[in-house]
């Protein structure tokens, strides 16, 4: 453990915005660009942001994990823009505020191509500093709590360095997240980006992808279908579970606050794999079988968010218990599903 508080500090002034924001008679909105608003967080976080009618927003995805029917209800709208590009591309547009999601976020998603994943989270990255190097723009980076790696502390506060397999399966994403945060923090310093970190646990909501592959959402779709609940051994693994507008509302804070983290935006209520699959189990269909199958290399034994920090600085914390949050997701899946709740 070490203290990293005086990372936070630059010699450099931030870059101008455009003069537009200093004409006196032009009274622009906030310009937002969302990368990754196209998958599960990003496109809730679209929802809240065009709640404010002072908000432009403008997606960019690449739609390998999210899709463009989680912005219908948007498309169209005069304040909403969509771009099909991929963010290890260059993008060059004119925007205040970044917030920067794109990066496959479900295992088996970024370990299909891991190269593809380190280069979205590495060059990736780079492009979304450069855009806000160039047009004085502040980004949020969202971070993870996979940066902890196995932890060996528990639980995990900001100031806990990690406990990373570099070479591991795991590593395109984890270690791709670690240098993501070192950029953010490289730009700040060396040219006086306004930056943003937060360190995202396990989130649960609708809209996941039903085939997505992360535990809540197989654990309902498999109990929706009547199939066993596949717990990977040894099923007393941990995660803390935080509910999607808990979490909107943690990253516009941080977005909107003074400090530039790393922030732990998570629900601190943990459980194990075999209790969660027990509470799917009783709140969704009590007659299904719960079957040990086989882990992943390198899955992390345990995992809970220390949020004083998000306390003290954002005064933040989730509100949704998990038991409230998972009827609100079933209602969602049984929808998409065809399954209708039996009476
Ligand atoms: N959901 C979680 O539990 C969780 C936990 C920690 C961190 N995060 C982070 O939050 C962010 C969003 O996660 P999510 O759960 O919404 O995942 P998601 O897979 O639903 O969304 C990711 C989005 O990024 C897009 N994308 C991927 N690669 C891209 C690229 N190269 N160019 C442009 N777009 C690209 C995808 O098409 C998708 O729309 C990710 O950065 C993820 O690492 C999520
Ligand atoms: O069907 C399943 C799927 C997963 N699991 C277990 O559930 C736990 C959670 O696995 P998930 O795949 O949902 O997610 P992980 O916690 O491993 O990684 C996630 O962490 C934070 C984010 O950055 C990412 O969204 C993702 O990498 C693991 O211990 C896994 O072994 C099951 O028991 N059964």
């Given at each position: 453990m070490a203290n990293n508080g005086e990372n936070q500090t630059t010699t450099k002034p931030p870059p101008l915005p455009s003069p537009l924001r200093f004409s006196k008679f032009f009274q622009s909105n906030m310009r937002?660009?969302?990368?990754?608003?196209?998958?599960?967080?990003?496109?809730?976080?679209v929802d809240k942001l065009m709640e404010n009618e002072k908000n432009e927003v403008i997606v960019a995805d690449n739609y390998f994990t999210g899709s463009k029917d989680n912005l219908k209800k948007w498309i169209g709208h005069p304040r909403f823009e969509l771009i099909r590009h991929d963010v290890t591309e260059p993008l060059l547009i004119e925007v205040d505020q970044i917030y920067h999601l794109a990066c496959p976020a479900s295992p088996i998603f970024y370990k299909y191509n891991p190269v593809k994943t380190i280069k979205t989270n590495v060059i990736g990255t780079l492009n979304m500093l450069g855009l806000a190097k160039r047009v004085g723009a502040r980004i949020l980076l969202t971070?993870?709590?996979?940066?902890?790696g196995d932890p060996l502390i528990h639980p995990q506060p900001e100031t806990y360095w990690g406990n990373v397999n570099p070479i591991g399966v795991r590593s395109c994403y984890d270690e791709g997240k670690r240098v993501a945060e070192?950029?953010?923090f490289d730009y700040h310093r060396q040219h006086g980006i306004q930056i943003r970190i937060a360190r995202i646990f396990n989130t649960y909501g609708p809209r996941m992808n039903i085939d997505d592959g992360r535990v809540v959402s197989n654990?309902?779709?498999?109990?929706?279908?009547?199939?066993p609940l596949t717990v990977q051994?040894?099923?007393?693994?941990?995660?803390?579970f935080c509910y999607v507008s808990d979490m909107v509302d943690g990253l516009i804070r941080l977005m909107e606050g003074e400090n530039t983290g790393p922030v732990n935006i998570g629900n601190p209520g943990e459980f194990t794999m075999l209790e969660l699959a027990e509470t799917v189990k009783e709140l969704i269909n009590p007659e299904?079988?719960?079957k040990m199958v086989e882990n992943t290399p390198d899955d992390p034994r345990q995992r809970k968010p220390d949020i004083s920090k998000a306390k003290e600085l954002l005064g933040w914390e989730p509100k949704v218990k998990l038991r409230d949050g998972l009827p609100l997701m079933e209602e969602d899946f049984r929808s998409r599903l065809g399954v209708p709740k039996r009476n």
């Open positions: 937002i660009l969302v990368t990754g608003g196209a998958g599960f967080i990003g496109s809730h976080l971070s993870t709590s996979e940066v902890y070192t950029l953010m654990f309902i779709a498999q109990a929706l279908r009547g199939e051994k040894p099923g007393t693994q941990t995660r803390s299904i079988e719960i």
